[in-house]
């Protein structure tokens, strides 16, 4: 991850429900055999909920220890409870990030899974797994492995000089705070999903990060099995 608005969204929200909180305890949601919609960022109880606000509804299972911190038409965050993250996100109609550091989708590059791995594979700058296919909560897409190369050097006007590779960028008006990329020290696992045949009615985006101290073995044991949980109501 890089400079993003969602980050900065994220951090002021954590601020502003602190201070609510303060003033007045909020209640804790409670699962139940059913999804519920759970308050964001209180410790979840185990169990099954529903978002309220993400433009395709989805459904999720998880254990003790995660918390939902956001939840808009085209953004939707859980977070581990340890170390506050890092964050597995899923958005709404992402595009390639522009390679000239823009905000901005790279020019030619389509917005189904397919175009968007495989142009994330061909990316001199950027190591990355082998795309597979994959389906999760009854859409299809590709999963891929993605990490800025050792010997990438590129730095963007924001990055302070340091090396950094755009990614993903989202699209108005769902996902236009969305701006992500690979740098020192972090790794992603993307999964990118289809609506409609080859995209044609959007695309869902789930990215798993891996920073902070995380351990990518350990990340992964924990976040898979809250992916595999997942149901998109696409009606």
């Not at 994959?134 to 800025?148: E, F, K, N, R």
């Not at 740098?183 to 869902?204: C, H, K, M, T, W």
Request: hydrophobic share 40%; aromatic share 10%; glycine share 8%.
């Amino acid at each position: 991850m890089f400079t993003n608005r969602l980050f900065r969204l994220f951090i002021a929200l954590m601020i502003g429900t602190s201070l609510v909180a303060c003033a007045a305890p909020a209640a804790l949601p409670t699962a139940t055999s059913l999804p519920t919609t759970p308050i964001p960022h209180p410790p979840l109880p185990p169990g099954t909920y529903k978002s309220e606000v993400f433009e395709t509804p989805l459904t999720y299972t998880v254990p003790e220890g995660w918390k939902m911190f956001e939840d808009e038409p085209g953004q939707f965050g859980l977070a581990l409870l340890e170390n506050d993250g890092p964050c597995l996100c899923v958005w709404r109609d992402v595009r390639a990030a522009a390679k000239s550091c823009v905000e901005e989708p790279e020019p030619g590059v389509g917005s189904s899974a397919a175009d968007i791995v495989q142009w994330l594979a061909a990316q001199e700058g950027l190591d990355t797994s082998e795309p597979q296919p994959v389906t999760i909560g009854g859409l299809q897409g590709y999963v891929i492995d993605v990490w800025m190369s050792k010997d990438w050097t590129h730095a963007c006007p924001f990055s302070n000089g340091n090396p950094t590779f755009p990614t993903l960028v989202g699209t108005s008006p769902l996902s236009d705070t969305v701006f992500w990329g690979a740098e020192n020290g972090d790794s992603q696992r993307y999964y990118f999903l289809d609506l409609g045949e080859n995209g044609a009615d959007g695309n869902i985006a789930i990215t798993v990060d891996v920073c902070c101290g995380a351990q990518w073995d350990e990340r992964m044991k924990a976040v898979t099995p809250v992916i595999a949980s997942f149901v998109f109501d696409t009606k």
